[in-house]
C-alpha cells in the first residue's frame, strides 16, 4: 500500500488553506482512512489544530497523525509515511516559493483554495504554474464563497479562460468551518448533518476520485 499524497498551495496568504487542509483531513478520517498531516508552515496553524484535537476524544487514535517539515524533510516525511497510511496532506506556507515547490513536487494533485476577489484568482496563476513546473496536476477549489449571487460563475468563467481545472465542489463561506476548527474538529465531526458537512464531503470524494 502506498498512500496518495495531497499538497494544498496557494502563494497567497489568507485563503483558508489551513482550514481546507484540517476539514479535509476530519471527513477522509471520518470514512475510516488512515490520514496523516505534514504542517510545513512556519505559522504552525494546522499544528495548532492538531494539537486540540489530540486533547479531545481520540487521542491516541493512531490512524490520524501529523508531523512537522519543511524542505528536503518533506520528502524523508512521506517515505516513513506513505506505506502506513491511506492518504498524506501537505499543508504548504504562502509566499515561500522554494517550500511550496518542495512539497508541491512530493504530491500527487495540487489542491488550490481560491477566494471570491480578483485578487486571488491573479495570485492562483503563480501556484498553477508551480505545479506546472514539477508536472503536478492542479485542481482550483472556490472557497468561502456567498450563499447567494453570481459570483461563483464569475469565477469559474475567469479561471475557464486560463484552462485551469476546477472543482465541482464549492465551500461556502460558512462560521461552521472555523467554530469546528476551535474544537481540534471538522464539520463532519460538530455538525455532520449542515451544509458545510455536505460541501466538505463532496470535495473529499472529488479529490479521492483522482486518486484511482
Not at 31 to 58: C, F, M, N
Not at 117 to 146: C, F, G, H, Y
Not at 148 to 159: P, T
Not at 190 to 200: L, M, N, V, Y
Amino acid at each position: 500500500m502506498s498512500a496518495f499524497v495531497l499538497t494544498v498551495a496557494q502563494q497567497k496568504g489568507g485563503a483558508g488553506k489551513t482550514t481546507v487542509v484540517a476539514q479535509l483531513a476530519a471527513a477522509l478520517h471520518a470514512e475510516g482512512r488512515k490520514v496523516a498531516l505534514i504542517d510545513t508552515d512556519p505559522q504552525r496553524s494546522l499544528t495548532h489544530w492538531y494539537d486540540l484535537r489530540r486533547e479531545g476524544p481520540g487521542a491516541d487514535d493512531d490512524t490520524f497523525l501529523l508531523r512537522e517539515a519543511s524542505g528536503w524533510r518533506v520528502g524523508v516525511e512521506l517515505d516513513r509515511l506513505k506505506r502506513s497510511y491511506d492518504v498524506i496532506i501537505v499543508d504548504t506556507a504562502p509566499h515561500a516559493e522554494n517550500e511550496a515547490k518542495a512539497a508541491i513536487r512530493a504530491g500527487q494533485l495540487v489542491l488550490v483554495p481560491v477566494q471570491p476577489s480578483p485578487v486571488d484568482i491573479w495570485a492562483t496563476r503563480s501556484t498553477v504554474e508551480l505545479a506546472a513546473q514539477e508536472k503536478i496536476p492542479a485542481l482550483i477549489v472556490l472557497n468561502r464563497m456567498p450563499a447567494r449571487g453570481r459570483l461563483a460563475d464569475a469565477m469559474r468563467a475567469q479561471l475557464d479562460k486560463d484552462k485551469l481545472a476546477i472543482a465541482e465542489a464549492v465551500l461556502g463561506n460558512r462560521v461552521s468551518f472555523a467554530a469546528s476548527m476551535i474544537e481540534g474538529k471538522g464539520v463532519v465531526e460538530s455538525e455532520s448533518r449542515g451544509r458545510a458537512a455536505e460541501e466538505i464531503r463532496a470535495l473529499a470524494a472529488e479529490v479521492m476520485s483522482r486518486a484511482r
